[in-house]
C-alpha cells in the first residue's frame, strides 16, 4: 500500500510537533471509488492542551470513530483505491459537520463535558475551520477533481449503546437524495451475508444541518455517494478491520459491475 502527501501547510493551530491535517492513501490512483474518513483520528493540536479531557475519554467513541481508519486503509489496499483519513479528534472540529453549526465543536458529547470547547471566540472557532476543516475538504474535493470517478464512500463506525439505547444494527448505509447507491449497496450485503442486520439511515438520519459529506461531496457534485457505519464492536481488534475490510471491498467491486448509475436518473 502506497501512503503519500502526509503533509499539508501548517496554519495557526497546527504547531510543528503536530501531526498533518489528514493523511492520504494511494493518492495517485485512478480508481473509481475515493474513500473518506472524517473521523480517523484522535491527535488534539498541541496548543489546545487537552480539551479538559482524560486518556480515557479521548479512547472513546466521542473523540473518534474506532477502527474506521484501520478499515479505511485496509478497504484502499485492498481495492489499491485513493482514501483520505483526517487525523484530528472530532471533538476539536467535527469534519462532517457544517462548521456553522453549534456541533460542529461540541461542548457536550455523550453527556461527557468538553470544557476546552466552552466560550470560544469567533477567532478560536475561525482558527479550527482554516487550519483543520477547511485543508482537509479541500483535499476530498481535490481527488474527486483531480480523475473521473464513479463513487464516493465515507467510512464510520457507531458506539453500539448511546444515551442508554441499544443499537442493534451491524452495518447502517445512510443518505438523503441518493437512495439508488445506498440501496444497492443494502441489497448485495442482504444477498451475501444474510446474518447480518442492516439499517438504512441508521443509527441516525442525515440532515443538511448535521452533516457535510452528503450534501457535499455527495449531492452537490451529482456522484453516487454513500455513508458507511460499521458497529465499532465488529472492529476491534484488527482482525475484524481485515475481514469487515474484505466483505465491503467485494461488496464495492460487485456494485462496480452492476450499477453504474446517474443518481437523478
Known sequence: ????????????????????????????????????????????????G???????????????????????????????APAIL?????????????PDQSGSIPTVSDQTRIPGNHDLTTSERDQRIEDIFNPFHDRVSNLLDQTPRQLVLAIHSFTPVLAGNERPWDIGFLFRKDTKTSGKLA??????????????NQPYVIDGSSDWFVPVHGEQRDMPHSLIEIRNDHLQPDSGQQSWAEMLSAIIEQYLQENIHDINA
Open 187 to 200: 441489497e448485495l450485503v442482504a444477498k451475501n451475508h444474510s446474518g447480518l442486520q442492516t439499517g438504512m
Open 50 to 80: 487537552s480539551l479538559g479531557l482524560t486518556d480515557d475519554d479521548m479512547d472513546r467513541h466521542i473523540a473518534w470513530d474506532i477502527g474506521a481508519a484501520g478499515l479505511t486503509r485496509k478497504i484502499a489496499q485492498i481495492l489499491d
Open 1 to 48: 500500500m502506497n501512503i503519500v502527501d502526509r503533509e499539508c501547510d501548517a496554519g495557526r493551530l497546527i504547531g510543528p510537533g503536530d501531526p498533518p491535517v489528514y493523511e492520504l492513501v494511494n493518492s495517485a490512483s485512478k480508481h473509481p471509488v475515493v474513500l473518506v474518513c472524517e473521523h480517523a483520528g484522535r491527535a488534539i493540536p498541541a496548543r489546545l
Open 86 to 98: 483526517q487525523n484530528y479528534s472530532r471533538l476539536v472540529i467535527d469534519c462532517n459537520r457544517p
